[in-house]
DNA sequence: TGCAGGTGTTGATTTGGGTCAAGGCCGGTG
DNA sequence: CACCGGCCTTGACCCAAATCAACACCTGCA
């Protein structure tokens, strides 16, 4: 049985693909089709993927690391869309129109991403519905983030956000057993991703943590009592 | 030659159909297909089509009036998403999934939906990928919307908002003719889609009409200068 | 004719959070 | 080891805009 180095690596890509979201579950040749016009890229910490604008080549999924998709406006003040992480995809919205991406997006830290080629997929998607059904399911997926992002800034202040995010990563909010949460970035981008700024965040850090809601210890933060903090935050919501 | 009037109403829709950017450009026989599964609503002013939850029955396209969609918080203040008006499409996103409608969705005023069928349009999408392409393209149309209002929202101040918006509706943004624009909602409404409230979009109107670059009327909007207006926008940016 | 409810305007007051500035802390490098 | 450059934290200050409050409209209705 002899292997080509072409084959190898066409059956990680196969791999990378089946490990996200968007294709978990097809069928080996599907991912094989799709394989054949997706390309592996390196992504060095802070180097940018595509530019707000740039023409579309495809769209992305994220295998390792974290990516940043983001806006900057003319004073040059950026805000956070969305970090994508392991098994994420996006920028699915180019496939279909001609106008280019409609914001940046940049390495959080060095990370590993495939770039799925426009022509290629559209030419399957002619052929494969159940694809295209699924790239709306994906897409639609993205809109509901952008909803709830927008909610998220428009509703609430930072503190309300702040206690909102610590307890997704909870796995049970009503417990009253502590559990750490490891920050997976530094504390500027997480305040940049909130909508705020490093010192906003900190300041609500250390409120949360006179009230003993939490402990902070370099990166890593404890909610000592989930249930405690969601009373907060249900609190903030309802009056 | 007979026409029953189930025939009449089914030209009725098709025509309805055609005149919506989604499906602009596409055969007759295909629109009759979907016809099939269209149904046309009444949306009294102010009465709700869905809620945030409510289980998908389809999408909508707007034949006249204007629908608001939006999402309310725990306090009851509402964050509108964006308003739809005649020819556009909305609530594509829940034809891919199972969750349910991600937002609310109220007539502005007395308004004309169709309800595009969820079952017999998936069905449809199945048989005709280039519809389910023209679908991903619709909806990376709304997430720039999304994209676009989140930047809006985070980066500019009122008066910035105000002034882009106000530019939006002028045909020549660089004309020196003055321009009369007719407000389609109360400004109570038009506010909260600017995301403010009521007493500072009075204000910010008042400061444009001291510095002699609109005038105001009732809801009748005159912006003397574009250019001008358009200057004051570039400043605020630019700086 | 007068009242009630919704809409707009304006003034006074408060406040969340952004900005600026000044350390403290840590890890890397010469 | 000492020094430097990122991060993070804390304090002081300030501003845009939300909130609270009073009042002038208008329109429909009893």
Same mark, same amino acid.
């Given at each position: +049985? ?20 968007? !294709? @978990?579950? +097809? ?15 390196? *992504? ?5 993927? !595509? ?17 940043? $998709?983001?806006? *900057? ?9 969305? $970090? !994508? ?8 919205? /180019?496939? @279909? /129109? ?15 991403? +495939? ?7 559209? @030419? ?10 699924? +790239?709306?399911g994906s897409m639609s997926a993205h809109l509901r983030i952008l909803v709830a992002q927008l909610e998220d800034l428009m509703l609430k202040d930072v503190e309300t956000r702040l206690a909102n995010w610590l ?21 500027? $981008? ?10 906003? !965040?900190?300041? /609500?850090?250390?409120?949360? %943590? ?8 370099? %990166?890593? $933060? ?8 969601a009373g907060v935050l249900r609190r903030n919501l309802g009056e």
């Open positions: +049985m002899t292997t080509t180095l072409a084959e190898l690596k066409q059956a990680a890509i196969v791999n990378g693909l089946r490990s996200c979201q968007l !294709f @978990a579950g +097809m069928s080996p040749s599907e991912l094989g089709a799709i394989a054949e016009f997706t390309v592996i890229k390196s *992504v060095p910490k802070g180097s940018y993927l !595509f530019h707000e604008g740039d023409p579309s080549h495809g769209f992305y999924l994220v295998q390792t690391g974290a990516i940043n $998709v983001h806006r *900057v406006n003319a004073v040059g003040k950026e805000q956070v869309i969305h $970090v !994508f992480r392991a098994g994420e995809s996006f920028a699915e919205g /180019t496939l @279909a /129109t001609d106008k280019g991406y409609p914001a940046d997006a940049r390495g959080v830290e060095e990370s590993q991403v +495939m770039l799925v080629q426009k022509n290629g997929m559209l @030419a399957l998607l002619r052929r494969q519905p159940e694809l295209a059904l699924r +790239m709306l307890l997704k990563r909870c796995p049970n909010k009503e417990s009253e057993k502590p559990f750490k949460i490891e920050l997976p970035m530094t504390k500027r $981008v997480l305040a940049s991703e909130l909508g705020t700024v490093s010192e906003t !965040f900190s300041r /609500t850090l250390a409120k949360f %943590r006179e009230q003993e809601l939490i402990e902070v210890k370099g %990166r890593t $933060v404890t909610v000592l009592c989930p249930a405690k903090l």
